[in-house]
């Protein structure tokens, strides 16, 4: 217990970090659920008229703890992450239930949350929807293997989960869909017990979850990646995924040795056609991911036979190969991100996996302990670059665009990054597009230091304003982030 | 009973399980191997440009006129010509239904729109018809402020020159692709008939012993082999499913390495039911193959 004390302690810090050391919230989409959040607690009722409404549960969240707590939106927000570290709890039960050591489950837990194939803390520092519902498709994960099973209080999470996000919702739905499968086959060797459980249930979760985006559609029409093609490529996907984890212990390891590393190639920006820069992949990242890949691929082979390993690995594999195969563009990116952090379920729980066979050898328990420390100190570079990076925002950028917006009616130009901001504090916006005399232009530290934020992906700030043409622009603000220009050389 | 029987026959020698995922992998390699390549000389045909026509300065030939257009600040290429259906169906490749202001799908916007007051948007067809606004040729008189230019339009056939261009050259490579997808079709079938008749072999002599334990449970023939029968079938229809979904993740992740390790660009179509032809009568002739054998071995035999 110890142990797990310590994980889920440095797991609450690194992923309040933005906020305890920035003193903002982590990525543009917190403005968002902010302002909703806030609009809720103003108007005391939840409109569902566009996207960010229509999965309520992080808006809900934020304006109920802002409510009770007393304290203002901006630090209730902070909820979320601290939500999303409980998660940490959720896979440490898991491992725990499946090698039936708690060694495993604090392996997983650590694993969870210094994953060296990329910075979660870019996922669970986030105030977003998908956030706000990974905690509760952990738990119903783990509850899926609860001795003492309610279908009552199932139902209340699946609720919960279908109102939190559609993808978090389609990832245990694949996952229970897969689980029944298994049983189905079970079944049909003469050796089910539990499939008309995890038919009951999938009937409930597959109900709530198809009548409640039935009403998501009719309200704000199909969103993406949601239509006929895309849907047939992923039953496709599935099948595929599923087969080649039925069918051996061999064929499942050549499939994750292909994938782990595509993944990490798809997360460093080298498969994907996006304007981001690229910088090399260094060798210690290349021996971080070895060194968490072997135990990871040990755990796999030792645990293959248990059904719930295969089914997240068919369910979480059907997802980021979805992401690969459907599109290597920015739209495939964002695909990508969101099935990511479900695939890090599945490879942490398998690494853990591992740490019990190793716990068992002599002076296995320091390995371990030696493997867990060892990913905690290298995720210190990733968290330190997402924390300068240009999802990060700091109380200073959020003061100083307060400030404007006061003094400021003219229209003016912003990326992404500071355009969320803008959206937040009202004021009057336009997409970063190649500049014309006259107009106002806002840019913000990371916007020099990484690049302008254009959705997912930034690209270097000279393809929109050549090297040069700033110091011909007319400095109307220069605070310690932001700087407002106006154009007149073009 | 029909439950005994594939238990048993999911369990024994040469048991249907292989016998469902040697119908799977042979049809993902079959799809794999047919569809990646047909899939990059597709696209590549959709993205040369059709050579069936020919820019001229002097006659003979259709004459077009163009010209630029100041709209909004921003110039558009306008075009017409006197016979304005047969000069859109050499630049388009069909004949379409032209208005008196046709805009091409690439300068679609507001702008333009309230510009001309009116006019259908074309789809895209990958050539200069889509930077450009077609009118009718009174109109672009009166509109056409500035001087315009003329030029003349002639088809291949007309010139009496076979140019060898790129999309010939597509062409050739997508009948050589099909070529040689008959061919590993036809080996295919070759290789997997015979392979499902050694399983088919293999099996009978499991069956065999499920035919003497149910003959002491004074089970009729037909029945078994009708349980037998309905059991290849779904292991034949699983297999092509399974195929299917072996295809869409090995074919597209192999694509994604060779994109990295070789910088090929990532291509790919995904099976499309149309491919379900070529691949049911694959596994239908697996399925007699399999199904001829055991009936031979246990009933003729």
């Known amino acids: 217990m110890k142990a797990l004390s310590i994980i889920m302690v440095l797991t609450v810090l690194m992923l309040l970090s933005p906020w305890l050391l920035n003193r903002a919230p982590y990525i543009g989409d917190s403005w968002v659920h902010l302002k909703k959040a806030e609009e809720i607690i103003k108007l005391g009722r939840f409109n569902s008229d566009e996207y960010n409404e229509m999965w309520p549960l992080i808006n809900l969240i934020i304006a109920f703890s802002s409510i009770i707590g007393g304290a203002n939106s901006l630090v209730s927000s902070q909820l979320i992450p601290l939500l999303v570290s409980l998660s940490v709890m959720n896979i440490y039960i898991l491992a725990n239930k499946i090698s039936e050591s708690p060694i495993s489950g604090v392996a997983a837990g650590t694993a969870l949350a210094f994953i060296p194939l990329y910075t979660f803390l870019t996922f669970g520092s986030a105030i977003m929807k998908e956030t706000a519902s990974f905690y509760l498709s952990t738990l119903i994960i783990a509850y899926l293997l609860s001795s003492k099973f309610s279908h009552i209080c199932f139902a209340l999470l699946s609720l919960g989960l279908i109102f939190g996000h559609h993808f978090g919702s389609l990832a245990v739905f694949l996952l229970m869909l897969t689980l029944f499968v298994e049983d189905f086959l079970e079944l049909l060797a003469g050796e089910s017990k539990q499939w008309f459980r995890t038919l009951a249930d999938i009937i409930l979760f597959g109900s709530f979850l198809f009548v409640w985006n039935l009403y998501v559609v009719s309200r704000i029409g199909w969103f993406s990646p949601v239509d006929l093609e895309s849907l047939s490529m992923f039953s496709l996907i599935w099948t595929g995924s599923y087969a080649i984890s039925r069918v051996g212990k061999i064929p499942s390891i050549m499939f994750q040795t292909l994938l782990i590393p595509l993944v990490f190639l798809a997360w460093r920006g080298h498969l994907h056609t996006i304007p981001t820069p690229v910088n090399p992949i260094s060798i210690w990242e290349i021996i971080n991911l070895l060194i968490f890949f072997i135990p990871t691929i040990i755990g796999l082979a030792m645990y293959w036979r248990k059904t719930l390993i295969r089914s997240l690995l068919a369910s979480t594999s059907t997802m980021i190969v979805f992401s690969l195969v459907w599109s290597l563009d920015y739209e495939g990116l964002v695909v990508f991100t969101k099935s990511l952090h479900y695939y890090g379920v599945f490879l942490a729980i398998v690494f853990s996996l591992s740490a019990c066979f190793i716990a068992k050898k002599r002076f296995g328990k320091v390995i371990v302990a030696m493997l867990l420390a060892f990913l905690v100190y290298a995720s210190i570079t990733g968290v330190s670059m997402a924390l300068q990076g240009p999802g990060a925002y700091h109380e200073a950028e959020y003061i100083e665009m307060s400030s404007l917006s006061k003094i400021s009616s003219e229209h003016i130009v912003m990326d992404t990054k500071l355009a969320y901001l803008a959206e937040y504090l009202n004021m009057s916006y336009s997409s970063i597009h190649r500049l014309k005399s006259g107009e106002y232009i806002l840019l913000t530290k990371s916007d020099f230091t990484h690049g302008i934020l254009l959705g997912y992906v930034w690209a270097d700030i000279s393809l929109y304003i050549p090297a040069g043409q700033i110091t011909f622009c007319d400095k109307v603000f220069d605070g310690g982030y932001l700087k407002l220009l106006r154009v007149n050389n073009v | ?301």
């Open chain 2, 1 to 301: 009973m029909f439950k005994y029987i594939m238990k048993l026959f999911f369990r024994g020698s040469g048991n249907l399980k292989r016998y469902l995922f040697m119908i799977a992998i042979f049809e993902a390699t079959l799809l794999t191997l047919s569809t990646v390549p047909s899939g990059y000389v597709e696209v590549v045909s959709k993205l040369t440009p059709k050579p069936n026509f020919v820019v001229s300065y002097n006659g003979p030939g259709i004459e077009i006129y163009f010209a630029y257009v100041d709209v909004g600040g921003e110039e558009v290429l306008a075009i017409s010509s006197k016979n304005l259906r047969e000069a859109t169906s050499f630049l388009i490749g069909n004949n379409i239904e032209l208005k008196d202001v046709s805009i091409g799908c690439k300068v679609n916007n507001p702008i333009i729109r309230k510009y001309f007051g009116r006019g259908n948007v074309l789809k895209c067809v990958e050539n200069l018809v889509d930077y450009s606004i077609i009118l009718d040729w009174t109109l672009f008189q009166q509109m056409v402020k500035t001087p315009y230019k003329k030029l003349y339009l002639k088809s291949l056939q007309e010139e009496g020159v076979s140019v060898p261009s790129a999309w010939t050259f597509t062409k050739d490579l997508l009948l050589l692709v099909n070529h040689h997808h008959r061919i590993i079709y036809i080996c295919f079938i070759l290789v997997l008939s015979v392979s499902c008749s050694i399983l088919g072999l293999k099996s009978a002599v499991d069956l065999r012993q499920v035919l003497i334990l149910t003959k002491e449970m004074h089970m009729s023939f037909q029945k078994i082999f009708l349980c037998i029968f309905i059991v290849s079938l779904l292991a034949t229809l699983a297999g092509m499913v399974v195929g299917y979904g072996l295809a869409s993740v090995i074919a597209p992740l192999v694509l994604i390495c060779l994109k990295y390790l070789l910088g090929i660009p990532y291509v790919y179509l995904i099976p499309v039911a149309t491919t379900i032809d070529d691949v049911i009568l694959l596994a239908f002739l697996s399925l007699g193959s399999y199904l001829s054998m055991v009936i031979w071995k246990t009933i003729v035999k």
